[in-house]
């Protein structure tokens, strides 16, 4: 990069060098070695408090009016236009001295100012308006490379290239490496540029050493890098999709780099947003396709050769049907293309064939995986439901505090009778919400839950459940000791009251008096085989009754 370009502005060397200040004789009389500050405006003035009004980086015109007559204030004077960070103070000698005074020399050296004094008279208004074109027409070349930038990406996306590609582009012109991560700090995409990583190191290596620079200093990146996030169209945590990460290893980046990596983000940000698409559609097409099958829209002779259009091919194994319901809410559109690309990424250990798809509307997971063998079913199903709860996990779908995803495995068997356990397994989900949390449910032991959730609208089911356990529930809204838990526990196991006892932790005689205010309060005989089974749905038909 020419060092005149260099920062969007220009040299005090090549400043001094431009026919307006040259005409003047210039003579550096401190700060020679400093002479490559870069300058990014000029600014003429004579009162003695135009430190105030920079800002850093300005080149500085006076005849010496504002730096006053005594040595103290001469001091002052330079060591506040050092401490705004100017790029150079320039006297033009004449009427005010006729020789800068030793004070304003000797305080420029001690504090690194580069120091110039005019010999001959200059237009000031000629010399700004000659570096202001310098500065404005190198800012343009600056804004060329970056387009040139832009055009190359462009060019690479539409002969078919994607993300990997328009980094190394990027990686190419800063001559650094140039990685991709999520909003949260996870790689994405890496790229060394054309010339290879820096002093033999894979970029991998080099982003490992920044990850843990950034640990320590709990602060950043290092000094240098360059971040540019890449936009994702949303407010709040979706504004940004992903972030570019340009750190200066091979050498320091300049605001071209800036410019051009600004530039590739906003490509990035239409690549990633059609991919996401993309598999959103994919993701719906297969959801579509499981729910026609599990509707009778698609008949079971037509399915194979229609999922092999969309990559199943499960063999002449037996097909495991699987459900997972993320909530009684659906989760937000824009969701629903990543939470389907990590379930995949997790089911790929799996090792069986798989046919996932997305319902977002009604806020469930159908699939159907190739089993070699029904005997496969309870370890796959162990699997299956793990890589489903990462996915969503990793997707950021499940909601703190929310009901957990509930996993529901069906019965095993062909194409015909994969339509049928698609569905069973889809309504045996949202009848499953509510139980104990478990790794998967088995859709063959929820019958009854399934029946119950079906009669959920039914008012005979509300009045039954409070003919059968009301008069506990209202007890149990006033009371400091519930009773319901214990008759809970109680029936789950079947009425044997050592179990229930160690389960609940009491005693034999506490839970026998509890036992005996259960009955009282309903006025049932807890030993009574139909009271059981009575009790037993009501408890089971209370979580679906409104």
Not at 415 to 435: D, F, I, K, M, V
Request: proline share 8%; glycine share 10%; with cysteine.
């Amino acid at each position: 990069m020419d060092e005149q370009a260099d920062q969007a502005g220009i040299t005090v060397r090549r400043a001094l060098d431009l026919p307006g200040l040259r005409g003047g004789l210039p003579e550096v009389v401190a700060g020679a070695d400093r002479l490559h500050r870069t300058v990014r405006w000029v600014h003429a003035g004579e009162v003695p408090n135009i430190a105030s009004l920079l800002k850093g980086g300005e080149l500085l015109l006076t005849t010496g009016i504002g730096l006053g007559t005594r040595p103290a204030e001469q001091r002052a004077f330079v060591r506040r236009l050092a401490d705004r960070g100017i790029a150079a103070l320039v006297v033009e000698l004449g009427p005010r001295f006729g020789r800068l005074p030793a004070a304003v020399v000797e305080t420029a050296r001690a504090t690194g100012l580069p120091l110039v004094q005019l010999h001959r008279e200059v237009p000031f208004v000629s010399v700004t308006e000659e570096i202001h074109t310098e500065i404005v027409n190198g800012h343009y070349a600056l804004l060329r490379q970056a387009e040139e930038v832009h055009r190359r990406c462009t060019d690479a996306l539409l002969s078919g290239g994607g993300v990997p590609q328009v980094l190394r582009i990027l990686a190419d012109f800063a001559g650094n490496p140039v990685f991709l991560e999520t909003a949260d700090g996870q790689l994405l995409y890496a790229a060394a540029g054309a010339s290879g990583p820096p002093a033999g190191a894979e970029p991998l290596q080099v982003w490992e050493g920044l990850r843990a620079q950034r640990a320590d200093r709990e602060a950043g990146p290092p000094a240098g890098t360059v971040l540019v996030d890449v936009p994702g169209g949303g407010h709040g945590a979706g504004s940004v999709r992903a972030r570019l990460v340009l750190p200066p290893v091979a050498a320091p980046l300049l605001p071209v780099h800036r410019m051009a990596a600004e530039r590739a983000a906003g490509i990035l940000a239409v690549v990633l947003m059609q991919a996401r698409q993309e598999d959103e559609l994919a993701a719906r097409g297969r959801g579509d396709f499981l729910t026609d099958l599990a509707e009778g829209r698609i008949a079971a002779d037509d399915a194979p050769a229609q999922a092999a259009v969309l990559g199943f091919g499960p063999g002449d194994g037996p097909l495991l049907p699987v459900v997972m319901r993320l909530g009684p809410e659906p989760a937000p559109p824009g969701n629903w293309a990543p939470l389907a690309r990590a379930v995949l990424e997790e089911l790929s250990s799996v090792g069986v064939p798989v046919l996932l798809g997305v319902r977002p509307v009604e806020g469930r997971i159908p699939l159907l995986l190739g089993l070699r063998s029904e005997s496969e079913r309870a370890a796959v199903a162990d699997r299956v439901a793990a890589a489903l709860r990462a996915g969503v996990e990793r997707s950021g779908l499940e909601r703190p505090g929310g009901p957990r995803p509930v996993v529901v495995v069906g019965v095993p068997g062909g194409w015909a009778a994969a339509s049928a356990g698609l569905r069973h397994a889809a309504e045996t989900a949202a009848a499953a919400r509510g139980l104990p949390e478990r790794p998967w449910h088995d859709a063959r032991r929820l019958d009854i839950d399934l029946l119950l959730w079906r009669l959920r609208d039914h008012p005979d089911l509300s009045a039954f459940v409070d003919r059968a356990i009301g008069p506990l529930l209202t007890h149990d809204r006033t009371s400091r000791a519930p009773l319901l838990p214990t008759l809970t526990t109680f029936l789950d196991h079947a009425g044997r009251k050592a179990e229930t006892a160690r389960e609940l932790h009491l005693n034999r005689q506490t839970l026998y008096n509890r036992l005996a205010r259960i009955s009282e309060l309903l006025g049932t005989d807890l030993d009574d085989p139909q009271t059981v089974l009575a009790l037993s749905l009501a408890l089971r038909a209370r979580r679906h009754v409104r």
